[in-house]
């Protein structure tokens, strides 16, 4: 996966937002009971805000703070209150982005990293609180150890060009977001640590909940989604009653938290983990880890598995396992648009560089499942080279990301009254451009290559998000092709119909009439909209649906 986590990203280039700079001035009409949108000047519950505005017309306000940084003796504790502000504060420039190890292949618009990372983005082109616009907040990927809001990919304009108040948001990663520990959960009033991201994430919610008819938004039609592990936190979101009433649809993209990998961690197990990391630091107490410069620290955590620090059945913000949740049917009954890509995992992923070989498919598998194993084998049965490339990406894909958005949709769709859309997104990605391939130093130029042979053709992991989000043209160094521009035209306008109205369906912005999806429901899942050039609508084949049920028998593989 680390390979995985380096292709989502790698590629980006820096380009320059042109803004109009421009002054204004604060509404002066008292008697007006609606909250103008004067240029791009806004008062939120904390203080007045002063964003820009683009050439579209669209409004942008960057590095909005929704918590108080959680910096000295507020570091591994839950998100504090924000305080109020007088004055006028710019929200100009995005924030600084989390504390993490993400290298050269990781491109952000952010200018620094901190611990002092709570912030948001928001994009509107409302002019008016009056005006109620759906509302969609998106949560990163990375692991849960990179990225941030301020990423191309994750750019609002598009959708806010579309009637959506888009906002990506920040949150404490690794060791800073999910540390649990017996001497935090001590001194927490809910008796609980770890989840720290996740408690930013609500905290982000919350905020948004309280301030966001101020930029033209609808408090009441919030839908909040995410891709890898930001899919993961909508599952959780789902799943915790912290989360109830801050938001009215999800989508999930590749991924959730039902998966047949051990995602979450026990309590017990998650502060024993806790007090093993604490030894490394060389120090005696809680208090004394807390004043580890963040530089250091971070290196502390990057040594040996830096993905160890995963989400804790703490009792407070998860009270049990989410599939045990989900099981039972006590998750939100909200609408859910859930999916994921044609070739999520490639083979050199899932066997780890090495050859694709029926032996080492056999190796890989067994090393996964152990005893189960056998039970795998005949279902990815694997005779010659060619199978096993095949049957490669197939298990890796089922195992790391497809099962866990399968279970996802199959058990809200039979628990939950909720409408549930399900997707395959099957358009193969164009690659690089000339151009972007023969930038950068010899070294780069040769990963690059080694880059662009495994993407080119492939709809892998993490590569519907522009397609998604409308930012084909953000993200100019791949080389699209007129059907990739029909493409993104077809899923940005599912999901903006799923934004404004929990339901996909009707016509794109340009007026064209989108292909029926139908809705998955209970005793009848395995319908699905698969996402390209010709969008149709499919049904699962038995042995696609024979695989899901034979992970969902076998159950948690490390």
Known sequence: MKFLQKIMFRTAVKILFLTLLVSFSEASNAQSSKNKIHGVLVATANGKLEGRTLK?????????????????NLRWKAPQVLANWTGVKEAINFGPRPVQKSGILYEFRSEKMSEDCLY?????????????RPVYVFIHGGSFIHGDGSQPAYDGESMAKQGVVYISINYRLGVFGFLAHPDLSK??????????????QVAALKWIKENISAFGGDPNNITIGGESVGAQSISAHMTSPLSRGLFSAAIAQSSSLLDSRGLIKSKASAEKLGIEFSELTKTSSID???????????KIASKNDPRRFKPTVDGYF??????????EGKQANVPLLVGWNADEVPSLAFYRLKRATPENFEKRVRKIYGDKADMLLNYYPVNTKAEAKIAGSKLGSDWLINYGSWQLAELHAKKKTAPVYRYLFAQPHPGLTSQAMNDGSFFQKILKRLINKAITGSAFHAAEIEYALGNLEVQDNYAWKPEDRIVSNQMQGYFVNFIKYANPNGKTQS????????????????????IGVQSKVEAEIDTARARFLLLQKIGVAD
């Open 187 to 200: 001194e927490s009033a809910n008796g609980a640590s770890g989840n720290y991201g996740l408690l930013d």
């Open 288 to 298: 004394e880890m807390r004043l580890i410069d963040e530089k250091k620290l971070l």
């Open 318 to 327: 998860l009270k049990e396992f989410p599939l045990k949740t989900f099981e």
């Open 56 to 72: 579209s017309g669209v409004h942008t306000f960057k590095g909005v703070p929704y918590a108080a940084p959680p910096v000295g």
């Open 511 to 530: 007026g064209l009439s989108l292909e029926k999806w139908p809705e998955i429901q209970s005793g009848n899942t395995t319908k699905f909209m698969k």
């Open 120 to 132: 948001l983005n928001i994009w509107t082109s409302a002019n008016s609180s009056e005006e109620k």
